[in-house]
């Protein structure tokens, strides 16, 4: 058997630890004679799996009492409506941050419920950076304040919080959570699809302040309220019970294996400088996002040449780098570093670069 690396944005890598320990346990899950999938999910052996995946992610991200945490279906997307549903509520306005696809795609969809104000945009630079904030421009009103906290996309990633005093504020933290320390009482709501960094796709996490957990409007489907889903401990119906099984696998290794998030972080930190200063001193590849505003977890680069970029995407494919190739919106490359991706992996990646760089330049 031989594993690629593979730098997908997400579906993405998972620890090789968790992918072994699932296949131990595929057809006895600890005594039970089953899978997790073949699981009641009202069984007492399937509610200790998701209490313990609670409880390892408000250890590991210190989240604070005060807050739920919700395990729910239809992807960070449905959150883009599911938000204003249930936020939007009091003067059905909301400010926002638009720093990508992803922004604007909760944008679009905030906008079916009331005004969206775009305090500001990165849209003149292909969202290549994180635009300075003026507090001046916010509104006071403002139901909520909305960010993408990291651009999977176009990687950028916000290094500082706006500050939005008494404004909730709501991060789509998809591509970002679990990867860095976060102060979760700095934000209303965090939401995150969970094939980045978290497990496989199908489960989306949400961390809600308790207090903005009010009900919907009585024509909401009642799948879209999160009183509902808060109040049966996401057991309203079935949650994604297997990716929340494979969700709790990631948070022990995360947390016995790596040694927590601090540890994740600075194992992060050094996985990407060693791109990022491979990029800045390369004669032939640079990366497209400013300094300031680059994301640990998802780097693009160009040679400048589309046909270079193609050749470079033709030749990493057959080396086993997998999914090294740009959003289509962006094009060039883009590698995905998640926390699954191990320091071996980047550092392979960077001396086939290298070596492509010395080939094809002259
Ligand atoms: C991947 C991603 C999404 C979309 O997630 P789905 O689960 O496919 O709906 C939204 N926001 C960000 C930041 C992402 O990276």
Known sequence: MSRIYNFSAGPSMLPEAVLKRAADEMLDCNGSGQSVMEMSHRSKEYQAIIDECESLLREVLSIPDNYKVLFLQGGASSQFAMIPLNLMKKNKKIDLVLTGQWAKKAKSEAEKYGEVNVVASSADKTFSYIPKLDPSTFSKDADYFYICLNNTIYGTHFDTLPDTGDIPLVADVSSCILSEPMDISKFGLLFAGAQKNMGPAGLTVVIIREDLIQGVDPTTPTMFDYKIHADNGSMYNTPPTYAIYICKLVLEWLKNDIGGIEKMYELNQKKAKILYDFLDQSKLFKGTVEPGSRSLMNVPFVTGDEELDKKFIKESIERGFANLK?????????????????????????AFMKEFEEKNTK
């Open 326 to 350: 740009g959003h289509r919106t962006v094009g060039g490359m883009r590698a995905s570093i998640y926390n699954a991706m191990p320091i071996e992996g980047v550092e392979a990646l960077v």
